[in-house]
């Protein structure tokens, strides 16, 4: 069975920190890259960030540049995204999502498999 499980979610003060993780099973977590998506409260899903299938490139959203970091250990079928200075408006369910190349990071609808999501609430 596939599936991508998203973890470490959760309440932080703004300026804090959390680190999701990304654990697929079913598949082969190398030959996709992974895309980060969130989706706040009224408002459209969003790409955050992504990274390629060996982790050699990476993409973000203009707004968590520098704060966030997307990284990958496939010899645990893992990606993370580490989410430092959180500010009140990276509040949202945060997703993962496997996609075969990294070229269509941007394209949802390529997206062959989506986690559950993760609730991350950041207070002020």
């Known amino acids: 069975q596939v ?5 470490g979610g959760g309440l932080v003060q703004a300026g804090g920190s959390l680190r999701l993780s990304c654990a697929a099973s079913g598949f082969t977590l190398p030959a996709y890259a992974i895309g980060w998506f969130r989706q706040a ?27 966030f970091t997307i990284s990958r250990d496939n010899a645990k079928n893992t ?3 580490q989410m430092n200075s959180l500010k009140p408006e990276d509040t949202a369910i945060y997703y993962c999502a496997a996609v075969r190349l990294f070229g269509l990071c ?14 991350v609430t950041v207070s002020s």
């Open 79 to 81: 990606v993370y995204l």
């Open 106 to 119: 941007d394209l949802m609808d390529e997206y062959d498999y989506w986690g559950q999501g993760t609730q």
């Open 41 to 67: 409260p009224g408002k459209e899903r969003e790409g955050v960030s992504c990274i390629s299938h060996s982790a050699g490139s990476t993409n973000y959203v203009d707004s968590v540049k520098g704060r």
């Open 3 to 7: 599936q991508l499980v998203e973890s």
